[in-house]
């Protein structure tokens, strides 16, 4: 890399600040961008640009949208009373593609995370506790990651929610389907454990 010139080994660092992305494929990224054509080059600028000029939190739920109204919160058949809570728009694709949910979300924007210095406090909640005071949200479902970081968000909305008329709801979290009982960590199967249900 040393006897490249500065401009590509400043973009290599620049494409190695992306979540996912190492030293290498930066790398391999900069030669693919070498070799793309001038008109290429202005459009996928064009395309960033975009994005990042007309591309907004929503006013009601912080998912990202080019409206100020994002399509879910629009949307008039989605249920206006249930609200999932997770911490990156990212995670409103996982769960829309599950088509089982039909109600609204609330993103978070982040989690609680001592050490990086986020406290609850830091949470964008303003706008759903508003909701919550209204009576316009019955049920919470915190969708938050199973990591520490997320357990800490889940219990930190716990404690602010309990106060409202609202039911809350963590989701599910344990084996997933298609397993072997043998092959499951220690940490996930006394996860499921704990979350058991009834089937009578």
């Not at 070498?34 to 080059?41: A, F, N, T, W, Y």
């Not at 919160?73 to 206006?80: L, M, Q």
């Not at 995370?113 to 949470?123: A, C, Q, R, V, Y």
């Not at 997320?150 to 008329?165: K, M």
């Amino acid at each position: 890399m040393k006897n490249f010139p500065n401009a590509f080994r400043d973009l290599v660092e620049s494409l190695a600040q992306f979540p996912g992305i190492g030293k290498r494929s930066a790398e391999r990224i900069a030669f693919y961008i070498l070799k793309m054509k001038p008109d290429e080059i202005t459009h996928f600028v064009r395309r960033m640009e975009e994005v990042h000029n007309h591309i907004k939190p929503c006013v009601q739920c912080n998912n990202f949208s080019s409206e100020e109204i994002c399509a879910i919160c629009a949307n008039p058949r989605r249920e206006k009373d249930v609200v999932c809570v997770v911490e990156e728009p990212k995670d409103i694709i996982a769960i829309e593609k599950t088509s089982q949910y039909n109600g609204l979300y609330y993103v978070l924007l982040g989690a609680v995370s001592p050490l990086e210095g986020i406290n609850g406090e830091d949470l964008p909640l303003q706008k759903l506790l508003r909701r919550c005071e209204r009576k316009e949200i019955r049920e919470v479902i915190i969708s938050t990651d199973p990591d520490t970081d997320g357990e800490l968000t889940a219990q930190y909305l716990v404690e602010r929610l309990s106060q409202y008329n609202v039911k809350i709801y963590r989701i599910a979290i344990g084996i997933p389907l298609g397993t072997k009982i043998e092959y499951i960590d220690s940490v996930t199967l006394g996860k499921a454990l704990q979350e058991k249900r009834s089937l009578l």
